[in-house]
């Protein structure tokens, strides 16, 4: 009888020891889980802040070549500089956003790329650039400004995007365009 007895109190604790463990088990689970779901909201915030800051840069350039043509510049060295200005506007505005526009030196192999050099200014990016116009009809221009890189291809302007343990690289890649049509005079 007590045999049973001893066989009964090993099973029960037996039991209890695999509750306790699964319990356990069950909430590391839960704690790794809510880990890699905080993690990848992370991930996803800096994905979108890189989305948000490309469609910015579009944006800026079609504004900036709209607002020019229709004063008046249609010369195309002077809508760049007038496009890279307005560039580096937006970068300082987002520098102070924690987000740091570099000139990036680096091989043409995207997977390489560092970010590593000074700040970027007006100048750099006028002369990796440049502004094609094209008068259409009487008052109605196309505009395409393009991000060069330099003769070489290999002058990047480059950010990292920080979002507390999560960064992301962008970089405004070589022969980027955009096209506008305008109207001079409105």
């Known amino acids: 009888m007590q045999h049973k007895g001893l066989i009964a109190f090993v099973l029960v604790f037996f ?31 800096t994905s979108f802040k890189r989305n948000l800051l490309e469609n910015t840069i579009d944006s800026v350039i079609e ?18 500089e007038k496009i890279s200005e307005k ?22 192999k995207y997977s390489k790329i560092k970010i590593r050099g000074k700040k970027v200014e007006k100048e750099f990016l006028e002369k990796n650039s440049k502004t094609i116009v094209i008068n259409l009809k009487e008052t109605v221009y196309l505009v395409e400004f393009i991000y060069t890189g330099g003769l070489e291809k290999n002058n990047l302007i480059g950010a990292e995007i920080k979002e507390k343990n999560s960064n992301r690289n962008f970089f405004i890649p070589f022969n980027y365009s955009v096209k506008q049509v305008a109207v001079k005079g409105i």
């Open 15 to 45: 039991f209890i020891l695999i509750y306790f463990n699964l319990v356990y088990s069950l909430s590391s689970f839960n704690s790794e889980k809510n880990f890699a779901e905080a993690k990848l909201i992370e991930i996803e915030n």
């Open 63 to 80: 504004e900036e070549i709209k607002k020019e043509i229709a004063f008046g510049t249609t010369e195309p060295k002077k809508l760049n």
């Open 87 to 108: 560039l580096i506007e937006v970068f300082s505005v987002l520098e102070e956003k924690e987000i740091e526009f570099k000139e990036a030196n680096s091989g043409k």
